[in-house]
């Protein structure tokens, strides 16, 4: 698909894009937003929850091929942000690993519940677990702050990008290939969006803070997760071959696909598209990502672990 000369542009009213973005329609399993509270009832008894955190909560998941990559963003946490409550779910680790974190791991362990949602949630390409996992959190918790394994912060101090989450209800790392390229056309077509209108850049899920507001729940959260809960929305056929790039099925401009990426950057351009940048977390400020950074944590450990337990022997 050649944009060529399209020049239509979104609305300036960001009531009018809210507008677009709430009324998504979509075909989800029944009683499924209503489990999560992201029906009308349900958001209306999280906005009446008192909310007023001022530091979220941190949440991750790894299968086993990321296992020593996630040891890198818990001995991050560990060790320079110790203040921080941690909540690590479990999309596939091997029973030794799980035993390792349940050891080690200053975390709350939990494990997604795959058997609670379609097949296709378990193709861990199709990335529909991510949003999922931050609503389970958001129904507890009114700050939120998901972090992917390949996170490395400096130690910054994170006052001010809290503050700013807190006001604008969500933050997010900058992408940098363009949304219409990097989004398969059946996304467009589930959201009943011109891919032509998404030219700028992509956002990156790597890295999210989300305030738990009326707004946010319902304009963010019950689009994003309701996309997960539609096939064909989010998730695609083929998912490992579209994430890594071009197949024979994905015609023109479209490069590849990026799942939970590519529908929280239609849904953010929506909304913000101009003003974009206010949602834009600046990496360069507090650290890196660092996909494939493998660490051995819980190996050096565990080794102490064993010195310490024969010792007592």
């Known amino acids: 698909m050649a944009c060529g000369d399209f020049s239509e542009t979104f609305p300036n009213s960001f009531e009018e894009n809210l507008e677009i973005v709430t009324n998504y329609r979509f075909v989800v399993p029944h009683g499924s937003l209503k489990k999560l509270n992201l029906d009308t009832i349900g ?3 999280l906005n009446n929850k008192v909310s007023d955190s001022k530091v979220p909560v941190i949440v991750t998941a790894a299968s086993a091929n990321h296992f020593e990559e996630v040891q890198g963003l818990i001995e991050m946490l560990m ?3 110790k203040g921080f409550k941690l ?3 479990d999309i596939g680790l091997e029973s030794n690993q799980v035993s390792v974190i349940k050891r080690h791991c200053k975390c709350e362990f939990r ?3 795959f058997s609670k949602y379609p097949e296709y949630f378990r193709i861990l390409r199709n990335y529909v677990w991510k949003p999922l996992i931050i609503q389970l959190v ?3 918790y009114d700050f939120v702050m998901w972090m992917d394994a390949s996170v490395r912060l ?3 101090p994170l006052e001010e990008l809290f503050e700013e989450a807190r006001k604008t209800g969500i933050k997010i790392l900058r992408g940098y290939g363009l949304i219409v390229k990097q989004t398969h056309l059946n996304t467009f077509k589930a959201l009943d969006e011109k891919p032509c209108m998404f030219q700028g850049q992509e956002l990156q899920a790597t890295w999210i803070i989300v305030s738990r507001t009326n707004f946010t729940l319902r304009a963010i959260m019950k689009p994003w997760v309701s996309c997960a809960l539609q096939y064909g929305c989010m998730a695609q056929d083929n998912a490992e071959r579209l994430y890594r790039g071009r197949s024979s099925k994905h015609p023109g401009n479209q490069l590849c696909h990026r799942f939970d990426q590519s529908v929280i950057s239609i849904i953010l351009t929506r909304l913000y598209h101009d003003h974009i940048k206010d949602v834009h977390i600046g990496i360069s400020k507090f650290g890196a990502i660092m996909r494939g950074d493998k ?3 819980f190996t050096m450990l565990d080794d102490k672990w064993f010195q310490t337990n024969r010792s007592k022997a």
């Open 111 to 113: 494990r997604f519940p």
């Open 295 to 297: 660490s051995h944590f």
């Open 154 to 156: 400096n130690g910054s």
């Open 87 to 89: 909540i690590f779910y």
């Open 43 to 45: 958001i209306e008894v």
């Open 79 to 81: 060790t320079r942000y």
């Open 138 to 140: 958001l129904i507890e």
